[in-house]
């Protein structure tokens, strides 16, 4: 059996990296915008609003957790949400009546967790749904994407394709689908691949860009806008875009005993997506051809992964 190599990042650099986190572990209520409320299906319904669970209607908040994927979410200069996500929490909040508050977990691997303990009530945020995910949690389906590659700018090591991360050092964040792609994959390697997982998908990013790591695999829809547009966590770096593995969805995460609040929200966002709202926040952020028709829940069987 071919040997995995896994590694960590030191305590005292996760430390340094974490503090540098702009506005992470804040709770922003998600005002909506003039741009927000003008768009097609961002309309009170009442009928959906009475469907929301008793204690949220009691409170009139929505919790709702979120971690750094951008475009889908991520902080402007001024540490503000903005981004894909940002607008949809919004847009909820305008369907269902609520105020809707959300908070930057920055890490991955915190999303799950957020919701079997119950701290939050839903996640939007840019996490692959696969069937493992949906045997914890119920996940709604609400734009899809894939998986690429990402390598220092000007891809010095010639990296074109997965059999190429064999033999080389590739970070990923702990407790994501990216991890278990990779992981899955190296077991095929004839020379083992040095998987270093870390904490957040930042410290993977400057894993690569330092030269500790020698590629990530990451989702396809931010490595291709912050790469491209060389901002944020894309600065230094280079997506490979003719790579696109495991093609899949994203999804919105709610407990598995709450089918209420699910159900609730499957519609606020189909009312979005029959009015044309949703799509016009997914072209606005440049992912137009990732949004969907339908808004689905645990449909990852329906799309299976894919790792050549």
């Not at 159900?263 to 440049?286: F, R, S």
Request: hydrophobic letters at 45%; glycine letters at 8%.
């Amino acid at each position: 059996m071919n040997k995995l190599v896994k590694m960590a990042l030191g305590p005292a650099l996760a430390a340094t990296l974490a503090t540098s986190a702009l506005a992470q572990g804040m709770t922003e209520v998600m005002h909506a915008s003039d741009d927000i409320t003008a768009l097609p299906g961002v309309t009170a319904n009442p009928d959906l609003a009475a469907g929301l669970p008793q204690t949220i209607r009691d409170a009139g908040v929505l919790r709702v957790a979120t971690d750094l994927t951008p475009p889908i979410s991520f902080h402007d200069d001024a540490g503000k949400l903005i981004g894909i996500d940002a607008d949809i929490a919004a847009s909820l909040g305008v369907i269902l009546g609520v105020e809707v508050q959300m908070t930057d977990l920055g890490a991955g691997a915190g999303i799950v967790p957020a919701i079997l303990s119950r701290r939050f009530d839903m996640t939007i945020s840019g996490i692959n749904d696969d069937p493992e995910l949906e045997k914890q949690v119920d996940v709604i389906d609400y734009m899809y994407d894939a998986t690429t590659i990402m390598v220092l700018d000007g891809n010095p090591l010639n990296i074109a394709s997965m059999d190429d991360l064999c033999g080389k050092r590739v970070a990923v964040p702990v407790g994501t689908f990216q991890n278990r792609l990779v992981t899955a994959f190296a077991e095929g390697c004839a020379e083992p691949m040095n998987i270093m997982s870390l904490p957040k998908m930042p410290e993977v990013l400057q894993a690569v860009r330092s030269g500790r790591a020698d590629a990530t695999v990451n989702g396809y829809a931010t490595s291709v806008y912050s790469t491209e547009k060389q901002v944020g966590k894309g600065v230094g770096l280079q997506a490979l875009p003719d790579i696109r593995l495991a093609v899949g969805y994203l999804g919105m995460l709610t407990h598995k005993e709450n089918p209420e609040l699910r159900d609730t929200v499957v519609a606020a966002l189909q009312q979005m997506v029959d009015a044309g709202g949703y799509a016009q926040i997914m072209e606005k952020w440049g992912l137009a051809p990732l949004a969907v028709e339908t808004v689905k829940v645990n449909d990852a069987a329906s799309m299976p992964v894919e790792t050549e």
